[in-house]
């Protein structure tokens, strides 16, 4: 597989550390509200590539972090009167429910902040023993940027141009506008741990360098995240975790595109900031999904209920083919017409190609459709494909389908007892020229969102 390093900016063999073994750590969310649409898109891309790693034969080890105590995490418990671990393990079940929703898989390991305290006040001890950090005067522990010559290389930028745009904020006391915190001295009503700087809680950077060091070890094969994280969390966890451990930090940085709404930036102001969760319970979680992977990860997304509908027609299109395959090997004969099992060939040939190259799921999402085509020429045609060929071609749909998290809701299209005792009355109804009959009980199916299909081999029940 290729994948496209921000570091070097240009497509890289996949070489791990380990021969096929895959160490990733996916940045996770700060858990104080539920995940609006941009935190989706990454959830559901690196999703897609664990999968895929694990398709192509990899074992994978998958590490993504919940920031579980945060600045907006205390405000918002102070908002509320709550604690700061209620707000976060209230958000963190949140979370769940809409990655579940996503079909995104559970993580190998899904390590909280306030769980790796001690790993954290380690690797921060480590790096002032060794100069490259400094406790100041009021607590703080910060990084000394300007001591880490390769500070910068990760987005691309010199140390001068990004000491240019730094600022001291109130409260900090640096020696350098570039330093960025490694340890926060807790302010009055905060909560705190205690350590040998102060009594206090980590910076955002230093979380996951010691996470992933103490899940993954001091060098791992992938990280990845949203583009917005570049600069500075990405370019600052490199900086302490290659100073603490004299290594690389992680081999090959994926970074996915950003999401305008309605071509414009997402913004609470603009009046266009959606929530999972609000999006799911108009459109179902399935087209969100699509939609994040529809594209090539590296592109940006334009979201639009346009954009959005149009995934909800192309599942549609989808779950229809996988139906019509059902149905017709309910009545296939073991030999007949072979041309599927040669689509289902090629199509596995363009969708592997497509995703070793970069994880460019669009084209991928493309070979699957063009299946799709030809499953249902093949099933509608004169010449009827032999159960073979049938066979095959399910098995493809649903190994491809399932590298993207797509068509997981088949299980949902199963028909139970009272609905084909319906389907049964009706054809009886049909028989006896009972054409009123019949006509009210497709009606009351396509209430309950059935629909039928009346073929020369049977009537075909299909479940919106």
């Given at each position: 597989?290729?994948?496209?390093?921000?570091?070097?900016?240009?497509?890289?063999?996949?070489?791990?550390i380990e021969p096929g073994k895959v160490k990733i750590y996916a940045c996770g969310p700060t858990v104080y509200n539920y995940i609006h649409i941009g935190n989706a898109r990454p959830i559901c891309v690196f999703d897609t590539l664990r999968r895929y790693l694990?398709?192509?034969?990899?074992?994978?080890?998958?590490?993504?972090?919940?920031?579980?105590?945060?600045?907006?995490?205390?405000?918002?418990?102070g908002e509320e009167g709550k604690t700061f671990a209620e707000i976060s393990e209230r958000y963190i079940a949140e979370y769940k429910t809409d990655a579940t929703g996503l079909n995104v898989r559970e993580a190998t390991y899904h390590p909280k902040a306030t769980e790796n305290i001690q790993n954290i006040i380690d690797l921060v001890s480590a790096l002032i023993e060794k100069g490259y950090a400094y406790?100041?005067?009021?607590?703080?522990?910060?990084?000394?940027?300007?001591?880490?010559?390769?500070?910068?290389?990760?987005?691309?930028?010199?140390l001068e141009d990004l000491e240019a745009g730094a600022r001291i904020s109130v409260g900090e006391i640096k020696e350098d506008p570039v330093d960025f915190a490694l340890w926060k001295a807790a302010k009055e009503g905060e909560p705190y741990w205690e350590s040998p700087f102060s009594n206090g809680r980590p910076g955002w950077h230093i979380e996951c360098s010691a996470m992933a060091k103490n899940y993954l070890g001091d060098t791992i094969d992938i990280h990845c995240g949203g583009q917005d994280l570049i600069f500075p969390h990405h370019e600052n966890e490199i900086a302490q975790s290659e100073c603490a451990n004299g290594c690389?930090?992680?081999?090959?940085?994926?970074?996915?595109?950003?999401?305008?709404?309605?071509?414009?930036?997402m913004s609470k102001s603009l009046g266009n900031f959606f929530t999972v969760?609000?999006?799911?319970?108009v459109y179902g979680y399935e087209p969100i999904r699509f939609m994040m992977i529809a594209a090539h990860y590296r592109s940006p997304i334009n979201y639009s209920q346009e954009v959005i509908q149009q995934s909800v027609s192309a599942l549609q299109r989808l779950y229809n083919c996988r139906d019509e395959l059902d149905f017709a090997l309910q009545t296939a004969a073991d030999s007949g017409d072979e041309s599927l099992t040669h689509s289902a060939a090629a199509t596995?040939?363009?969708?592997?190609?497509?995703?070793?190259?970069?994880l460019n799921t669009a084209d991928a999402i493309g070979a699957i459709f063009e299946l799709v085509k030809d499953i249902n020429m093949a099933v509608n045609g004169a010449q009827k494909p032999s159960r073979p060929s049938l066979e095959r071609a399910a098995e493809t749909f649903d190994a491809l389908t399932d590298v993207l998290g797509l068509c997981y809701n088949r299980?949902?299209?199963?028909?139970d007892d009272d609905i084909e005792a319906l389907v049964e009355k009706r054809q009886q109804a049909r028989k006896d020229r009972d054409f009123a009959t019949a006509d009210a009980i497709r009606d009351q199916l396509a209430a309950m969102g059935i629909t039928l299909k009346d073929t020369a081999d049977g009537v075909q029940i299909i479940r919106k």
């Amino acid at each position: 597989m290729k994948i496209f390093n921000t570091l070097t900016r240009q497509k890289e063999e996949l070489v791990p550390i380990e021969p096929g073994k895959v160490k990733i750590y996916a940045c996770g969310p700060t858990v104080y509200n539920y995940i609006h649409i941009g935190n989706a898109r990454p959830i559901c891309v690196f999703d897609t590539l664990r999968r895929y790693l694990e398709y192509a034969g990899y074992q994978v080890t998958f590490v993504q972090n919940f920031t579980d105590i945060d600045d907006k995490i205390i405000k918002k418990a102070g908002e509320e009167g709550k604690t700061f671990a209620e707000i976060s393990e209230r958000y963190i079940a949140e979370y769940k429910t809409d990655a579940t929703g996503l079909n995104v898989r559970e993580a190998t390991y899904h390590p909280k902040a306030t769980e790796n305290i001690q790993n954290i006040i380690d690797l921060v001890s480590a790096l002032i023993e060794k100069g490259y950090a400094y406790v100041a005067s009021n607590g703080d522990v910060y990084f000394r940027a300007q001591k880490f010559a390769e500070y910068g290389k990760l987005s691309h930028q010199p140390l001068e141009d990004l000491e240019a745009g730094a600022r001291i904020s109130v409260g900090e006391i640096k020696e350098d506008p570039v330093d960025f915190a490694l340890w926060k001295a807790a302010k009055e009503g905060e909560p705190y741990w205690e350590s040998p700087f102060s009594n206090g809680r980590p910076g955002w950077h230093i979380e996951c360098s010691a996470m992933a060091k103490n899940y993954l070890g001091d060098t791992i094969d992938i990280h990845c995240g949203g583009q917005d994280l570049i600069f500075p969390h990405h370019e600052n966890e490199i900086a302490q975790s290659e100073c603490a451990n004299g290594c690389d930090f992680a081999h090959y940085w994926m970074h996915n595109g950003y999401i305008n709404i309605d071509n414009r930036k997402m913004s609470k102001s603009l009046g266009n900031f959606f929530t999972v969760r609000e999006i799911a319970e108009v459109y179902g979680y399935e087209p969100i999904r699509f939609m994040m992977i529809a594209a090539h990860y590296r592109s940006p997304i334009n979201y639009s209920q346009e954009v959005i509908q149009q995934s909800v027609s192309a599942l549609q299109r989808l779950y229809n083919c996988r139906d019509e395959l059902d149905f017709a090997l309910q009545t296939a004969a073991d030999s007949g017409d072979e041309s599927l099992t040669h689509s289902a060939a090629a199509t596995k040939e363009k969708f592997d190609a497509a995703m070793a190259d970069d994880l460019n799921t669009a084209d991928a999402i493309g070979a699957i459709f063009e299946l799709v085509k030809d499953i249902n020429m093949a099933v509608n045609g004169a010449q009827k494909p032999s159960r073979p060929s049938l066979e095959r071609a399910a098995e493809t749909f649903d190994a491809l389908t399932d590298v993207l998290g797509l068509c997981y809701n088949r299980q949902k299209n199963e028909v139970d007892d009272d609905i084909e005792a319906l389907v049964e009355k009706r054809q009886q109804a049909r028989k006896d020229r009972d054409f009123a009959t019949a006509d009210a009980i497709r009606d009351q199916l396509a209430a309950m969102g059935i629909t039928l299909k009346d073929t020369a081999d049977g009537v075909q029940i299909i479940r919106k």
